[in-house]
């Protein structure tokens, strides 16, 4: 059967829409290699489940980061070093992108799409969790929306059925690092392997490689942008932070969001939140209803 994924089809197009008028110098000065043109991973193994890794990299490694409790997933244990994540208003973001363009860090990054077309974007990170991702995608599908799923490797490899169910419903899956560490806190040598080991986790579920990447908190300093560039992904951040991570009431959650929206707009969600399922059919009538249309990020990228 010739079958080929969403991801594998939008992947297969878009680092010639990404990568328009982005210059690299300064990330050349540092050392990074060119992001190359060429993507060959195309090849989808179907059914293919992964042997799930009982540690991390870091702890195969021996390497201690800071032991964090995830403040979001009970399955987790403390010790599996997923950071929490933290709220980055907007204009935190603009602030950075202006400080990023005064010292010439120009890389490929996404941060929002087209402010002349009302296209929208629902990301969600973290996942995927072994309750409530099953049940966002049932509420994507009744309502034919699709989204960015930004996965985290080592919830990949506990449940490759759930990441190939995202790529059956035609949804869009992006790097989200394998063991969810702060890349700017640990070696810079290691911060590849964690973007390679969320690949390959990916890799073993689904058969393809995602080009997008979002760092855990928004992290990311030279050395990340490095990495990501040297792997040719494209650094995807968002507009709009409503933290339902911080479990602030569904109806807060909702409100913050729909007070934000806005062309272009890049919605940054959880997979591993209740509220933030029981708000999604409210979300997504309210929004359309106002006229905007969602697509994924790879789709929002083509608009820019
Ligand atoms: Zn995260």
Redesign the pocket.
Known sequence: MIWKSPVAMVSTGLLTVAFVGVAMSAIRSHGATPAKSGVQRTGLRSGTASTARSTSFFHQAGFKTRALEHPLDPQLEPGDNLVP?KYRPTVMLKAREEFEQERGYRFNKIVRGSKEKKLIALTF??GPHGEYTVQLLDVLKQTHTPATF?L?GKQVDKYPGLVQLEVMQGHELGN?TYD?VDLTQIPPELIGFELDECDKAIKRAVGVSPRFF?P??GDYDVNVIREATRRSYVTSLWTDDPGDYAKPGADVVLQRTLDRLENGAIILL?DGIPETVSILPALIAESRKRGYEFVTISQLAKQR
């Open positions: 994540e990170d973290d930004f985290v989200h969810h979002r855990p908190g959880h």
